[in-house]
T-cell receptor, first 113, second 110 residues
């Protein structure tokens, strides 16, 4: 069964450094998403991406965050200058349409020191 | 603001002991309600989508139902492998984002 894959599984970064999280969505999906889950808290929406542009973003997704689909298969989340509070599990998801189920990867655990 | 509340927070069951999980929501213009299963250290795994009140979906020991205010996930004769956190999420009309509840952690003892 097709799945969303994310790399790396764990990223440790010094505060203030840039980090790029990578995702390969399911191949025939057109909508792409990033969510995050701080330990012990709810899964929170960050951003959705369709037709090479951001379709919706949350208040969390400020100027430090950006997303890109650099080629036909990858979808990336960049955090320019990481903060301690960015430590969380980051999940990528994709769907065929905006109302169909979103399928999630197993996440990247981001630890900011 | 959308509210998704799941209860109970935790549920401990004996193998074979059926039970129900609740997801109550307040959202203007529900487009869909989604149930996911999440194992420790993993991403949410899709289970069901419900689009309108009265709809029911079933898969193995799980059955999801939807009313205008809440959804239930019924677990019939659970097995230890059903132990997980079950997440409910809503999708609003004209939105792209899922709004998640905090989840119900189910533990099934053999």
């Amino acid at each position: 069964e097709p799945e969303v894959t994310q790399t790396p599984s764990h990223q440790v970064t010094q505060m203030g450094q840039e980090v790029i999280l990578r995702c390969v969505p399911i191949s025939n999906h057109l909508y792409f998403y990033w969510y995050r889950q701080i330990l012990g808290q709810k899964v929170e929406f960050l951003v959705s991406f369709y037709n090479n542009e951001i379709s919706e973003k949350s208040e969390i997704f400020d100027d430090q965050f950006s997303v890109e689909r650099p080629d036909g298969s990858n979808f990336t989340l960049k955090i320019r200058s990481t903060k301690l509070e960015d430590s969380a599990m980051y999940f990528c998801a994709s769907s065929t349409t905006s109302s169909q189920p979103q399928h999630f990867g197993d996440g990247t655990r981001l630890s900011i020191l | 603001e959308d509210q998704v509340t799941q209860s109970p927070e935790a549920l401990r069951l004996q193998e074979g002991e059926s039970s129900s999980l609740n997801c109550s929501y307040t959202v203007s213009g529900l487009r869909g309600l989604f149930w996911y299963r999440q194992d420790p250290g993993k991403g949410p795994e899709f289970l069901f989508t419900l689009y309108s009140a009265g709809e029911e979906k079933e898969k193995e020991r799980l059955k999801a139902t939807l009313t205008k205010k809440e959804s239930f996930l019924h677990i019939t004769a659970p097995k230890p492998e059903d132990s997980a956190t079950y997440l409910c999420a809503v999708l609003r009309s004209n939105d792209y984002k899922l709004s998640f509840g905090a989840g119900t952690t189910v533990t099934v003892r053999a």
